[in-house]
Nanobody
Framework: QVQMVESGGGSVQAGGSLRLPCAAS????????GGWFRQAPGKDREFVAS????????YYADSVKDRFTISRDNAKNTVYLQMNSLKPEDTAVYYC?????????????????WGQGTQVTVYS
């Protein structure tokens, strides 16, 4: 089992920045790829970003590319999502996830681990 806890959510004005940490515990987190999804009210959960176990490979959704950066610190068992130039359409609950492989994270393959989510609200 891998337990994951997100933090860092909040309200921010459009154009601002937030950093979301996700702390993992349990099995050796460094063996897992990590990632972030989000779900806005009335919409399906959507992929945001993923990172492989070593941090050398990343994927991003087109909607966040060049604005968001995913990173990880395996010594701290933590995955981060740095969000810059935030827009009102980024408003959602953000969930972190871990799975055996970056592609499994990106495609939301069942069997991964999920946090409870943290709310991000961007106001204009």
């Amino acid at each position: 089992q891998v337990q994951m806890v997100e933090s860092g959510g909040g309200s921010v004005q459009a154009g601002g920045s937030l950093r979301l940490p996700c702390a993992a515990s349990g099995r050796t987190f460094s063996l897992y790829a990590g990632g972030w999804f989000r779900q806005a009210p009335g919409k399906d959960r959507e992929f945001v970003a993923s990172i492989d176990w070593g941090g050398g490979k990343t994927y991003y959704a087109d909607s966040v590319k060049d604005r968001f950066t995913i990173s990880r610190d395996n010594a701290k068992n933590t995955v981060y999502l740095q969000m810059n130039s935030l827009k009102p359409e980024d408003t959602a609950v953000y969930y972190c996830t871990a799975h055996r492989g970056i592609d499994r994270v990106r495609n939301g393959i069942p069997g991964g681990y999920w946090g409870q989510g943290t709310q991000v609200t961007v106001y204009s």
